[in-house]
């Protein structure tokens, strides 16, 4: 009694697969393959690159740019420009000394404006007061004071301006500078000298009623108050 209905079953398989073989061969599709709309398998994780910085954005961990103007120290054309309203001329010869102190010495961090007199024939002394600039500090009266020692012309007095180098506080400024304090170089009227301490220099920057001449030898010490006593 089973055999027949297996046999009937074995035969309904057979021709419901030939029916969908021929189904698939007349719309051309492969019966073999998934059908259009199944879900494709998902893709493999990719890592993910950084991102790019932005374009002109400094790389992370790169040194600062180079070539930024210094803000602590003051450029020819500021003293140029400084030093033609506090003589109250515009002169070449000034604008020549000034660059041959930069050419020398580089930019100042700070400059003195002030007046100073003197007087000697053989031996005399040297008093003057004027203010300190320094940037981003209130300007400082200062004093100084010294000995002039050399061949000098008679007494005068002048108004001087004095390129600071190197000075890292104010009160470094109160001690005495030596060096030659004549005009070392001199141009149209305005003559400059050099004076130092350990790595601090002051280059006085005069013009006044007559042209000093000759090499005077000697220090000016500076001090935060007037005082007599150049020593």
């Given at each position: 009694?089973?055999?027949?209905?297996?046999?009937?079953?074995?035969?309904?398989?057979?021709?419901?697969?030939?029916?969908?073989?021929?189904?698939?061969?007349?719309?051309?599709?492969?019966?073999?393959?998934?059908?259009?709309?199944?879900?494709?398998?998902?893709?493999?994780?990719?890592?993910?690159?950084?991102?790019?910085?932005?374009?002109?954005?400094?790389?992370?961990?790169?040194?600062?740019?180079?070539?930024?103007?210094?803000?602590?120290?003051?450029?020819?054309?500021?003293?140029?420009?400084?030093?033609?309203?506090?003589?109250?001329?515009?002169?070449?010869?000034?604008?020549?000394?000034?660059?041959?102190?930069?050419?020398?010495?580089?930019?100042?961090?700070?400059?003195?404006?002030?007046?100073?007199?003197t007087g000697a024939l053989f031996g005399g002394l040297r008093y003057g007061e004027g203010d300190l600039y320094l940037q981003g500090q209130p300007a400082q009266h200062v004093f100084w004071q010294g000995p002039s020692l050399g061949f000098d012309l008679g007494?005068?007095?002048?108004?001087?301006?004095?390129?600071?180098?190197?000075?890292?506080?104010?009160?470094?400024?109160?001690?005495?500078?030596?060096?030659?304090?004549?005009?070392?170089?001199?141009?149209?009227?305005?003559?400059?000298?050099?004076?130092?301490?350990?790595?601090?220099?002051?280059?006085?920057?005069?013009?006044?009623?007559?042209?000093?001449?000759?090499?005077?030898?000697?220090?000016?010490?500076?001090?935060?108050?007037?005082?007599?006593?150049?020593?």
């Open positions: 009694m089973i055999a027949p209905f297996v046999r009937l079953a074995a035969v309904l398989v057979i021709l419901g697969a030939t029916i969908t073989l021929a189904r698939a061969q007349s719309d051309g599709s492969d019966p073999y393959t998934l059908p259009s709309n199944a879900s494709p398998a998902p893709a493999a994780a990719q890592p993910i690159a950084p991102a790019a910085p932005a374009q002109g954005a400094p790389a992370q961990g790169a040194p600062p740019a180079q070539g930024a103007p210094n803000s602590s120290t003051y450029s020819s054309a500021e003293i140029l420009k400084t030093g033609h309203h506090f003589f109250g001329s515009i002169s070449g010869g000034l604008a020549t000394v000034i660059e041959q102190a930069f050419a020398k010495y580089g930019e100042p961090n700070g400059y003195i404006l002030g007046q100073e007199a007494g005068d007095g002048a108004r001087v301006m004095m390129l600071v180098y190197r000075l890292p506080s104010i009160d470094t400024l109160f001690q005495r500078f030596v060096g030659v304090s004549g005009s070392a170089y001199v141009v149209g009227g305005f003559g400059m000298t050099l004076l130092a301490v350990n790595t601090t220099y002051v280059a006085p920057i005069r013009s006044g009623v007559g042209l000093r001449l000759g090499i005077n030898l000697g220090y000016l010490k500076f001090t935060p108050q007037a005082t007599w006593n150049p020593f």
